[in-house]
């Protein structure tokens, strides 16, 4: 059922949404849903994997490049389609309708409904330090049937409280949405700053890693069977998820003001200074502890909010000063599910318009012109994510997806520039066609070896190839 049309400045008079982001918004959603908890984690699991400062460093300088050469390609398709939709519009416009379609019932089933409920887990957790009855630790037993047990902790109810929260107020007009994401972006972009310069600032010890920076540890290499490659390309999960989203503003286009100009703007501004502030908070980390400390942090029974993050400001400027980075940690997260509730929604939105989804979930609220369907369904869906799966087995899950679709939507663009000549094309892919032909084989290599290595991966793909007889079912109904 498709929307009735409103005139106005004020409306997207295709979609009939709000026109309420400017361009400050609309960066504040590319920043804030990078930012999540990832940078403060994620960096001692690499390392341990890597067992090198130079391949830990490496592993972030390409997940920069792989980020912000994205986002120039994705800048060229957001200007010349800006609907409510992004991707999903780039992909059924390239290759049809059911590619389309096989990327938003992803989006829904595992990549963006998944992201939400991994970073609402990981909420609940560093609240874990504030509030020591919102554990991850099972507390009640749902279900039990044989040797298997379905079991509810506290901090999980917190994560489905918060994404139930978030969703709801979504529902209630996209300035809302803005107002938080701002608040919130601002504050966290703070918090990481703050750790940057506190790193920085660190005159103890040996300063950490960053007087001899090793190529890779022998133990790590086996050239000639692929080991380190595949090896390198599994340790980047952590580095892409923490990176990830950046996108999520183009589910938004409909609702950006001036879209043309300020949705390449977003993009790439954005990821450029995400990705700088990430890797100086890792020369950070091996500025003040070495590479040996990492690795052996990583191994140790510790508190579940203690992360390296943490530990880097606990070593030094004290453990009230990691108290404070936790409490910047909770903002992130915080703005973080904010930001992919308010994105994501558009997405479902726009396929329910296009028939190829539930019919509900493409209308819109009359007074706040709000999806308030598509927020409940993904809310509920996430919630459903964060009963079933922990941090990093929905990290795993989301990240091989996410490549596959990143890689096919930039090969779009050659098939549309070849397709659709005649596109107005207010922005182009700068460096075309190289730049986007190395984002293709870098990506493509990294989703190879997350394959080997990710034993989610292919969960993940599976649930895309499922969506093929339901996309068939809707077809058919139109």
């Not at 957790?125 to 991850?136: G, R, Y």
């Not at 996108?247 to 938004?252: G, S, V, W």
């Not at 973080?336 to 479902?348: E, F, K, P, Q, T």
Request: a positive charge; charged letters at 10%; proline letters at 4%.
């Amino acid at each position: 059922m498709m929307n009735k049309e409103i005139k106005g400045d004020n409306f997207s008079s295709k979609e009939g949404l709000v026109k309420g982001l400017g361009l400050f918004d609309a960066t504040a959603i590319v920043v804030g849903s990078m930012i999540g908890s990832g940078i403060f984690i994620v960096s001692a699991d690499m390392a341990a994997k890597l067992q090198s400062s130079f391949w830990l460093l490496a592993a972030w300088v390409l997940t920069a490049l792989v980020t912000v050469l994205g986002a120039l390609a994705y800048a060229e398709l957001a200007a010349a389609m800006p609907h409510a939709g992004g991707q999903y519009v780039y992909l059924r416009e390239a290759y049809g309708p059911a590619a389309g379609f096989l990327y938003g019932w992803t989006l829904f089933l595992v990549i963006q409904t998944g992201t939400i409920a991994a970073v609402a887990v990981a909420f609940a957790k560093f609240l874990n330090a504030f509030l020591p009855m919102v554990s991850l630790e099972p507390q009640w037993e749902l279900i039990s049937w044989g040797t298997w047990r379905w079991q509810l902790s506290g901090g999980q109810l917190v994560a489905i409280a918060v994404i139930l929260f978030l969703g709801a107020v979504n529902c209630l007009g996209i300035r809302w949405g803005a107002v938080i994401q701002n608040f919130f972006t601002v504050a966290k972009t703070l918090g990481v700053i703050g750790l940057i310069v506190l790193a920085f600032s660190y005159s103890g010890g040996d300063k950490g890693s960053l007087t001899a920076v090793p190529p890779v540890a022998a133990a790590t290499v086996d050239w000639w069977s692929f080991g380190f490659f595949f090896l390198f390309g599994g340790a980047l999960v952590g580095s892409l998820f923490s990176s990830d989203s950046w996108n999520n503003i183009t589910f938004a286009a409909g609702e950006v003001k001036n879209p043309r100009r300020n949705l390449p703007l977003a993009l790439i501004t954005g990821t450029m200074l995400v990705s700088l502030l990430y890797l100086l908070a890792n020369l950070g980390y091996l500025r003040v502890m070495s590479l040996e400390a990492i690795t052996a942090f990583n191994e140790q029974q510790k508190p579940q909010t203690l992360t390296l993050g943490v530990q880097v400001i606990n070593t030094v400027a004290g453990e009230k000063w990691g108290r404070m980075l936790i409490l910047a940690i909770l903002c992130s997260t915080f703005g973080c599910i904010n930001g992919l509730s308010l994105a994501g929604a558009r997405v479902y939105y726009a396929m329910a318009r296009d028939g190829v989804f539930f019919q509900k979930l493409g209308r819109l609220h009359p007074t706040y012109h709000t999806p308030v369907r598509a927020l409940l369904a993904q809310a509920g869906m996430a919630s459903l994510l964060a009963i079933s799966g922990k941090y990093n087995e929905l990290l795993d899950l989301v990240m091989f997806a996410v490549m596959l679709f990143y890689v096919l939507t930039v090969a779009g663009l050659f098939v549309l520039r070849r397709k659709r000549p005649e596109m107005e094309r207010p922005y182009k892919a700068w460096g075309y066609p190289f730049l986007p032909a190395f984002y293709i084989l870098a990506a493509s290599l990294i989703s190879l070896a997350m394959l080997k290595q990710n034993p989610y991966a292919l969960p993940g793909l599976l649930l895309t190839l499922i969506g093929i007889p339901f996309y068939l079912l809707w077809r058919r109904k139109q």
